[in-house]
């Protein structure tokens, strides 16, 4: 009856300076050690260099990561934008599998973008059921099927991209059932989507690891998140300090 724990949260951790990132490995296996629900592999950014690709299990699990590798190890690190593993089919008709946004072909090379579907089995209370409906539907969910389990539990279950599971999904459900709601996934198939890239620049500057790929629906409220937050944020200066969300050479926030 043992299965193994699937993440729920996944992101890129990188070592501040690349020379630290043998300390990072070493810090991370010692660390898998005693948290068998950590799962990582290695990854390479353009800006940031080599660092891992981690699984959590949520996002307060990957905080206590975090303050555990900083605070034990001595390190200094820094984490992206948790994301998933898109496909893009070009004009050629090839295909080729895209982990990291800045790695994505421009917008005339591009047929369509393939984001991965889960079938996501959520066990909730009752008196949970139209508050879990709507927010599953918000987050692009495709009711499929709702099964009373007992008198006051039940089974739905809806269909929708891993990416709207993967951040802050599996917390928010834990919240609206007051710690009862568990949720388990399982990743059916990739669907082609409305998707596009949603840049970040400071100083007209495209800062990569902000960089992120999204449904054309929630890229202007995810840029105004976004820009918002690094205008607290980024230290005052003596001179102008420009924060722009874009989509091509579309600035939206």
């Known amino acids: 009856g043992y299965r193994q724990i699937k993440p729920m949260v996944f992101c890129g951790i990188y070592p501040v300076n690349a020379k630290d990132f043998d300390a990072l490995k070493t810090a991370i296996e010692k ?3 005693n948290d068998a629900s950590l799962v990582y592999e290695v990854e390479t950014s353009l800006s940031l260099g080599f660092g891992y690709r981690c699984g959590f299990l949520g996002l307060l699990h990957m905080e206590i990561v975090q303050e555990r590798l900083e605070r034990e190890y001595g390190l200094d690190l820094v984490l992206t934008t948790p994301s998933v593993v898109y496909k893009v ?3 050629k008709a090839v295909e080729m599998e895209i982990e990291n946004p800045t790695k994505l072909p421009g917008p005339q090379e591009i047929a369509e973008i393939l984001e991965p579907y889960a079938v996501a089995c959520l066990m909730i209370p009752q008196d949970a059921l139209s508050v879990i409906i709507d927010f599953c539907k918000s987050k692009r969910g495709e009711y499929i099927s709702t099964e009373y389990i007992s008198q006051d539990k039940i089974k739905l279950i809806f269909e929708m991209p891993l990416s709207e599971l993967i951040v802050d999904f599996y917390d928010r459900i834990k919240s609206m059932t007051k710690g009862y709601g568990s949720l388990d996934y399982e990743i059916v198939d990739y669907r ?5 890239k949603l840049d970040i620049l400071i100083n007209d500057q495209p ?3 902000l960089s992120s790929i999204t449904h054309r629906e929630k890229a202007e ?3 105004r998140a976004l820009t918002g937050k690094l205008k607290e944020l980024i230290p005052r200066q003596l ?7 874009a ?6 926030a």
């Open 221 to 223: 409220f995810k840029g």
């Open 247 to 252: 989509i091509g050479s579309k600035i939206i």
């Open 31 to 33: 660390l898998r050690l």
């Open 89 to 91: 089919r070009d004009k």
């Open 239 to 245: 001179f102008e300090v420009v924060i722009q969300a």
């Open 207 to 209: 800062c990569e690891p």
């Open 192 to 196: 082609p989507g409305d998707l596009i």
